[in-house]
């Protein structure tokens, strides 16, 4: 057998007949890693090398994130207040 992608890297295993407005969670949180894997030079460079333009990238970055974990937030309960996100699957 060939390698494959473990699960939640990958937008291949989310099921195809959902609708296309339905939020995708793996697909989200396949945004969160990679939001968080870019971060990770600037972290480097800030902190170990102390480069302050790479300072200035990682608090962008962590507004980025903010926004993104706001969104999220109200995502989740949207879907929560609809009656669950897989409850009739």
């Not at 990958?10 to 099921?15: G, L, P, R, S």
């Not at 396949?30 to 990770?40: D, R, Y």
């Not at 480069?51 to 879907?79: D, H, P, W, Y």
């Amino acid at each position: 057998m060939g390698q494959s992608l473990p699960p939640m890297q990958t937008n291949d295993n989310i099921d195809t007949n959902e609708s296309e407005t339905a939020p995708q969670p793996v697909g989200r949180y396949a945004e969160l890693q990679a939001l968080i894997a870019g971060m990770a030079a600037d972290f480097e460079k800030f902190y170990r090398d102390g480069n302050k333009a790479a300072g200035t990238r990682v608090r962008n970055s962590m507004q980025e994130l903010k926004t993104f974990a706001q969104t999220i937030r109200t995502e989740v309960q949207s879907i929560k207040n609809e009656g669950g996100a897989k409850e009739n699957a």
